[in-house]
């Protein structure tokens, strides 16, 4: 028999809201569209992990390009810098 691989601690639907400081209701709705929670009946149930995913999902996106800016040059060759500097570029407006 294969080694079994102990559950995390499982909490019921109160307890997950509780944690994760929302509705009930929002909870479900998460955990359904993520698919991260177990439906046993008419119950959910949310392992550490499936309340570590949800809470991952609504993380915040950067308003802005510069809060985590990497430096380009080390992980580039200077060829294709370059290129891609030249794409990037606004190109000139003809004048007619």
Not at 31 to 46: P, T
Request: hydrophobic share 30%; net charge positive; glycine share 4%.
């Amino acid at each position: 028999m294969p080694p079994t691989i102990p559950l995390d601690t499982i909490y019921t639907t109160d307890e997950a809201a509780e944690r994760l400081r929302v509705s009930r209701r929002t909870v479900i709705k998460l955990g359904r569209d993520l698919g991260s929670c177990s439906v046993i009946g008419r119950e959910y149930f949310f392992s550490e992990r499936d309340l570590f995913d949800i809470w991952q999902a609504q993380r915040a996106k950067p308003t802005s390009s510069q809060v985590r800016s990497v430096n380009v040059k080390k992980l580039l060759s200077d060829e294709l810098q370059h290129s891609l500097q030249r794409l990037t570029q606004k190109k000139k407006r003809l004048q007619q």
